[in-house]
């Protein structure tokens, strides 16, 4: 998709810390990390948002999610914690309309969220 900045990312078509890619994920570090671990998974598919997956994309949605976990283990988050977020249209805060699964961990999160 065309000035999606994370379809750019994607497609190394513009920098980032990529940390993990596969057929249908990849996931990066957040440019402004909320916490001391703050990572995006997303899929190579454009969604724009969690509105707009159907049932077609269950396969996509599982991996975004196995692949959560996977970086959360790989950081050694899963004993303490860590919070999986997706923020859905303007009163959630979404800012990039390319869906991502937020990952965060390092630090204790309140509920609930602000
Ligand atoms: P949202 O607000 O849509 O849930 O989350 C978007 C996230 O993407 C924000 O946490 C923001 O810091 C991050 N972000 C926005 N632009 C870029 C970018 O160009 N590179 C990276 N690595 N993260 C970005
Ligand atoms: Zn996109």
Known sequence: MDNCIFCKIIDHKQPAKIVYEDEQ???IEDI???????????????????????GSDATILGRLFTVAAHLARERQLESRGYRTVINNGPWAGQTVDHLHVHVL??????????
């Open 32 to 54: 402004r990390p909320q916490s001391p671990v703050h990572l995006l998974a997303m899929p190579r598919k454009h969604l724009p948002s969690l509105n707009d997956a159907e």
């Open 105 to 114: 961990g390092g630090r204790v999160f309140h509920w609930p969220p602000g």
């Open 25 to 27: 994920v990849v996931a």
